[in-house]
């Protein structure tokens, strides 16, 4: 029972109809292309870019962005992870009921918006960094199958009227954030667990909102992109061990 709700809630492989007929639907559906293409884009040749972790499969760049000085530098991070696929991935990503179990600073979740089995609002918070007040964001999500055995998440900041910015201990911040997965396994053979490869590109910009020192920013950020990259994708192998796999 407990696999057929699995199957159940995998990413839709076509767009829920009910999310086109949304009022966000035209800017989640630009945002959304724009995201997935850049992600693929390599930023070997790209200006600016500067390594900053690298380990086995994976390689974390990051731009040097101050806007009236605050920091927000982009980041572009490339991975790949054996014996899963991109919905897999990108089911985990999504999929809220997962979500405490991998998304380290977190302290809440909220989902404010139901609207599609490939689309939610989000509302979170996040743990407080001293000296620094809390922070919180609130986002929409949306996951989508692009090209052939790719699929990807999305999330930007949105706004809503029962979750106004900075009233409370917190300062919202805006992200925009694209997990985009693309399988592939032997020419000729059937995709396994063990001849599949998952090609994961993972972007985010984080604009802190409001005061936040910059070193101390530049610090955190370089401990916990990492760690969330890694620990997302070990997770999902933990996950996925033993089950069938989902293409
Ligand atoms: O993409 C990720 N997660 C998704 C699901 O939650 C979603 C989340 C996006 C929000 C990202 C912003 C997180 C800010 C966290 C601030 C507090 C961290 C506390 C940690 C201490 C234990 O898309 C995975 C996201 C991985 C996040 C890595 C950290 C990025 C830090 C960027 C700087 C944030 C500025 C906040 C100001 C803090 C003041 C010093």
Redesign the pocket.
């Known amino acids: 029972a407990e696999r057929t709700r699995d199957q159940v809630e995998l990413p839709p492989p076509a767009l829920d109809n009910r999310l086109t007929v949304h009022s966000l639907w035209p800017e989640i559906n630009r945002i959304s292309s724009e995201q997935i293409q850049a992600a693929f884009e390599e930023v070997g040749g790209g200006i600016g870019w500067q390594l900053f972790a690298e380990e086995g499969d994976m390689r974390m760049y990051r731009r040097e962005m101050e806007v009236d000085g605050m920091v927000m530098d982009p980041l572009k991070a490339m991975h790949k992870v054996r014996g899963v696929s991109a919905r897999e991935m990108c089911h985990y990503f999504f999929n809220p009921r997962y ?1 405490y179990e991998w ?4 302290e809440t979740m909220t989902i404010v918006e139901e609207i599609s089995s490939d689309a939610l609002v989000f509302h ?1 918070t ?2 407080r ?1 001293w000296p ?1 007040s809390q ?1 919180d ?1 609130l986002f929409w999500s949306h996951v989508r199958a692009s090209d052939d055995n790719t699929y990807a998440v999305t ?1 930007h900041s949105t706004s809503n009227t029962d979750y106004p910015p900075n009233t409370g201990a917190c300062i919202r ?1 805006f ?1 925009t ?1 694209c ?1 985009a997965c693309r399988s592939s396994w032997p020419a000729g053979a059937a995709p396994t667990r063990d001849n599949i490869t998952t090609s994961i590109a993972y972007c ?1 910009t ?1 604009n ?1 909102g409001g005061w ?2 910059a070193g ?2 530049r610090a ?2 370089k401990r ?2 990492p760690k ?1 990259l890694k620990r997302f994708t070990g997770y999902v192998v933990d996950q996925c061990r033993g089950k069938p796999l989902a293409i």
């Open positions: 979500r998304e380290t600073t977190l979170q996040f743990k960094i620094a922070r964001a999330n911040l992200v954030v997990l985010s984080v802190p936040a020192p101390v920013l955190v950020y916990e992109y969330f």
